[in-house]
């Protein structure tokens, strides 16, 4: 648990924000008071209450290492290999939680805990070969550097016994952060480090339209080439349940679109009937929609797809 919220008026809504309390800022006098407690006995007490009668338990584990999927595209999809994550957190590692996603589905996921402060914890995932994306979030919109530690991450293949890096960051970004790169079952460096390209310099207009919710304010998203943003967006707060056309000029090529609801509930049905559709429109007048959504997702949706 994050916060313990103090006081709000509804839930998420515009100019009312909500006050919290920040639990793992009072973690050691909530585990001493917890462990100290003599009026309410009990045989059963947490594992980091020191008492050597405590009730045993295991310890704590890692999130288990996932079976990679299998998306019966072809044989091939089978191959698989070790990914390794290297998370140095900040001062709120309970604040992070992350996905791999591999053909628009969610291979793995984690998160950190409150005991691992400014600690190095490695995972160890099964994935298969090809394009891969990592999607980090910070729930308290601050990254994990550096206003409160120095966080950062590496990610890493593990090849015929070879470790080869395929991606890191220094942590400093805001709520969300997409990396992506290309895993191969070569040990050579070039084919698995390697983002995958965009297919030449010719350029497309992507068009997105956006049906609103009743709080358009609530919703952002960004659209990512080659581990780079090169848009993004955000509704606002009167564009109430209309329907906006946003035009951006990308490459041809792999895209992602990742979209954003602050308040946890996408942008259909609970406050409204929101979708959305993306389209590509060439130059000689065809379009033609690579990805639409009906609206129902919590806090993030991403739609990949080619260019």
């Known amino acids: 648990q994050v916060g313990v919220v103090s006081w709000e008026r509804g839930c998420a809504r515009p100019n009312k924000p909500g006050v ?23 045989e059963y007490k947490p594992d980091f209450c020191s008492d050597g009668d405590s009730n045993p338990s ?72 090809g394009y891969t994306e990592f999607h980090l979030k910070d729930s308290a919109e601050d990254g994990i550097c550096c206003s409160h530690g120095y966080g950062g991450y590496k990610l890493s ?78 509704g606002n707060s009167d564009e109430k349940e209309e329907t906006i056309s946003y035009r951006y000029d990308v490459e041809e090529g792999y895209t992602e679109f990742l979209v954003e609801d602050f308040a946890d509930d996408g942008i259909c049905c609970s406050h409204g ?7 590509v429109d060439f130059d000689d007048g065809i379009s033609r929609r690579v990805a639409e959504s009906d609206g129902t997702f919590s806090s993030v949706e991403l739609k990949t797809f080619h260019v």
């Open 20 to 42: 919290y309390a920040r639990i793992s800022s009072f973690e050691g006098w909530i585990k001493d008071l917890i462990c100290s407690d003599e009026e309410h006995h009990t």
């Open 58 to 129: 295991p310890e704590h584990a890692r999130p288990p290492k996932p079976a990679p999927t299998d998306n019966g595209d072809s044989e091939d999809s089978n191959s698989s290999v070790q990914l390794h994550l290297e998370m140095t957190y900040d001062e709120f590692p309970d604040e992070v939680s992350w996905e791999i996603i591999q053909n628009g589905q969610v291979v793995a996921s984690g998160k950190g805990n409150s005991d691992e402060v400014e600690d190095t914890v490695s995972y160890t995932y099964d994935v298969d070969e």
């Open 157 to 234: 293949v593990e090849v015929n016994g070879i470790s080869q890096k395929v991606a890191e960051s220094d942590g400093e970004f805001d709520s969300v952060e997409t990396t992506s790169f290309t895993i191969s079952g070569s040990s050579s460096d070039d084919e698995a480090t390697t983002p995958l390209p965009a297919q030449n310099d010719s350029t497309a207009q992507l068009r997105l339209e956006m049906t609103y919710d009743e709080f358009p304010e609530e919703i952002r998203w960004e659209i990512i080439q080659n581990g780079q943003i090169i848009a993004r967006g955000s």
């Open 273 to 279: 009937y929101g979708v959305y559709e993306l389209y």
